[in-house]
Structure formats: C-alpha cells, structure tokens
C-alpha cells in the first residue's frame, strides 16, 4: 500500500489547468512527484461527482502506479513521454484487473489484461486514474445508460456532454486529467470533444491498434485520445498508435505525430462546406457561422481557401450494417446478456439480418463510398465542415426511446462525422469560439487518407491564433 499523501488546494488547482506535456515536464524535473500529480487529480476526480462520469476511480491502483513512476525515476530510469500523466479510460477498453462493460452491466468478471493502448499507456509513464462513461456499446452520441445514469456536461450541467466518450470528455474538460481514451465508431471522438470545447481527432483507419480484438465496429471504429490541446493528442498517438498482427485494419506512414503539431501548416487548399451528409438535417446557424469565420481566419493566415460542393456519397448502406453487426458481436459476448438494457436488445433484434456476408459486403461498400467521398482531396488538402449539426442537447434526450427514435435523435450528432468512419479518414474537431448559450463551437477538419499530420499542423496553427478555453468556466 502506498502513503497517503494530501494534496494542497493550490497543487489541486494548478495541475487541473496542466496539460500533459507540462505535467510529464513537472514530473522529470523533480518540481513535483507523479504520486502528488496521481492524489490532486484524485481529489479533482471526486470534486467531478456532479458529472456523473467516472464509473470506476481507481484510487489505489493509480496511487501505486505513480509511486511506481518516482521509484523508477529516482532509480535512474529514463522516464517515458507520459511519465506520470493521469489519464481516464473508456470503459469498453481493456484495463486489467476491471471488468470490460461497455457502459451496462453484461459483464461481471474483471479482465486478465490490459488492451494494447492500455499496456502502451503505461509502458509510456502515464498513471490509469479511472474508467470513464459511455453509453451502452457506445450505440447513441449521449452519454446515459441505466446502469451509469447520465452524464452531464461541465460546461452546462443540464447539457449532455456528447457521446459515446462522453465520459472521458466531460472530465477532461472539467480538469480532472489531461488527456483521455475514447472510441470513435460514428463520431465519438469528435462529438463529445465538440460540446466540450475539446480537441479530437479520428485517426486514420487502422492506425491505433484494436489489440486484443481484431478490429472495432468492423471498419467504422478506432481508439483515440481526447485532449484540451493539439499537442497533447498527438503526444499521446505516437504512444498508442501502430498495428499488431492481430489487427484486421492498418494504416499507411504517416510520420511523427508530434512533429507535426510543432510545424508550421505551409500554405494549404482548403475548401469548406456546410452542407450534411445527412440529408434532412439543417446545421444551427452559429455552427454555420463558426465554419465561415474560420474560413475566413484561414484565409488572412495565407491559405488558399475556398467553398466547395463535396458531392457526398451516402454511406448508409455501408454503415447501417456494422453499426449492428458491431454492437450485436459486443452483446453476443456478454456473460450476463439478460442484463442488457431494452433498448440495447431490441437494437440487437432489429439487427437480426446482419449476417457474415451481410457485414463483408457492407466494407466493400464501405470502400466504394471512401473512394468517391475522396474526389474532393483531387482539389483541396482540407475540407472545412461543422462537427454536428445542432447544439449539445438538454439531458435525458434517450429517456423512454426505443432504437428507431434514438437513432433520429442521434442523426443531427452524426451528420458530418459518421462519413468519415465509413471512408477511414482522418477527421478532428476544433474548437472555435462560443455560441450564444455559451456553450463550445467546432469546426471539423478533414484530412486525406493517413494524412493526421496536415491536420495537426493546421488545428496547430489555429490554436495559436485562436486560443480556446482549456477548462470549463466551472473549473478554470
């Protein structure tokens, strides 16, 4: 058992604000401990319980895994880049000695072994804190289940905090932690990064392991950071990402990660656009508003910017069916199947008809939508679009909904996003200012196939330029 050690209320404070970046510094230069960094954000972490996002804090194990880190740091040993940066994990990724709950109450036996990002994680210094909130399967862009209840945005407590990472973004944008792990099969990176004011980006299919699984929601999914700054999410991928032999999907070179972050984007094409992809949706005009001032932003910092029509293909017919056959695969591999939530049964009813060949055929689908959703790379290196289409919904939107009524709740969430899981690009949300409920704005950038660096290179340059609120106002 490790020493307690209690934290002051100025060091509780100061490393709240800390990126990860500052906290690995703060560590290696002996200015302060990685237990003392581990008990302050454990104190911020039960000062959060308002939020509902912490599903398990890991209290004891996080204690003896940041006296660990001074150990080995007192010892002599070359501290990794995250040395003694707390993080939270998502709670259907692997953590061992946890159980693996997808956001519900199937599972009851804890896990042998950490998931590959996890084991990465710590190999790379950072201290597991706790296990953060989702929605059941990560199925809805809101963060409320049966099992965990709702999770509330920092920004506004009557505001969901998007989703499925929900969790992980609420308590990094309330401080708790710098950086945190989430997933990404529909958006789920970049939505709840979105009503957070956080930036998130979607890598590159197959660029982040699904280890020990072979992938995530077939081609739809992918593991990724949640972060306050750009250069703390690409510190986080170069430790996290890179395939196993056991991944179905990778991705192609891209380069240092960090690199990118501290470059300068060169002058660039970008086109930007408005329009869904989800016909019938209408984006809030401040969302509209945010994409023409930054276009507008762009273009006095030199770059070649321009409307464009994406002529978006409708990726419906290869995303319906992994969206099915990825949350049917979860629930069939549940110990306790009699505990999932209504809604999730009937989901996995209404999925019936996805078959192997059904899912396989979809992927090719999938990669015929990619290809033509890529025509608009032939003209600009960036595409310029809103994250969602509407504003971070009043709490309890999934309340007494059934599958079908879910999903049209959830379709505004998803309007700009989901496309870009089926085609595999990389895609981040940005932050860009407040709207008039003062809650967050974002803007989404869209990259060229494994082009992450151009993107990080540009939000980069705009967090420069536009700074944006590291902390909700609650916890600044």
Known sequence: MTQRQVPSDVLVHETGGWSAVRTREAVVSGEVSALAVTEAALVRAVAAGPLNAVSVLLAEEAREEAAARDAALAAGETPGPLHGVPVVIKEEIDTAGQVTTFGGDGNSTPVGADAEVVRRLRAAGAVVLARSTMPEFGAWPFTESVSRGITRNPWNHHRTPGGSSGGTAALVAAGVVPVGMGGDGGGSIRIPSAACGLFGLKPQRGRVTTAPHPHLWW??????????????????????????????????????????????????????????????????????????????????????????????????????????????????????????????????????????????????????????????????????????????????????????????????????????????????????????????????????????????????????????????????
């Not at 509407?390 to 999903?407: N, Q």
């Open 219 to 476: 081609a739809l999914g992918t593991a990724g950071p949640l972060a306050r700054t750009v250069a703390d999410s690409a510190l986080v991928y170069d430790v996290v990402r890179g395939s196993t032999d056991v991944d179905r999907f990778r991705a192609g070179e891209a380069g240092s990660f960090v690199e990118a972050a501290a470059r300068e984007p060169g002058r660039l094409r970008i086109g930007w656009s408005t329009a869904p992809v989800t016909r019938g949706v209408k984006p809030d005009a401040c969302h509209v508003r945010a994409v023409t001032e930054t276009a507008a932003l762009l273009a006095d910092l030199g770059h070649d910017v321009r409307e464009v029509d994406p002529d978006y293909p409708d990726p419906t017919a290869a995303f319906i069916p992994q969206f099915f056959g990825g949350i049917r695969a979860e629930a069939a591999a549940v110990e306790h199947p009699e505990r999932l939530e209504r809604r999730t049964r009937a989901t996995v009813r209404l999925g019936a008809w996805v078959r192997p060949g059904v899912l396989e055929w979809a992927i090719r689908q999938g990669e015929r939508v990619g290809r033509q959703a890529n025509r608009v790379f032939a003209d600009v290196d960036v595409l310029l679009t809103p994250t969602t289409a509407h504003r971070p919904v009043e709490i309890g939107v999934l309340d007494g909904l059934g599958p079908l009524r879910a999903t049209l709740a959830s379709m505004p969430s998803i309007a700009y996003a989901a496309l870009w899981n089926v085609a595999g690009n990389p895609a981040a949300s940005v932050p860009a200012g407040l709207g008039p409920d003062g809650l967050p704005l974002a803007v989404q950038l869209v990259g060229r196939t494994d082009d992450e660096p151009t993107l990080l290179s540009l939000a980069a340059q705009l967090e420069r330029v536009r700074p944006w609120p590291v902390l909700s106002p609650a916890t600044a």
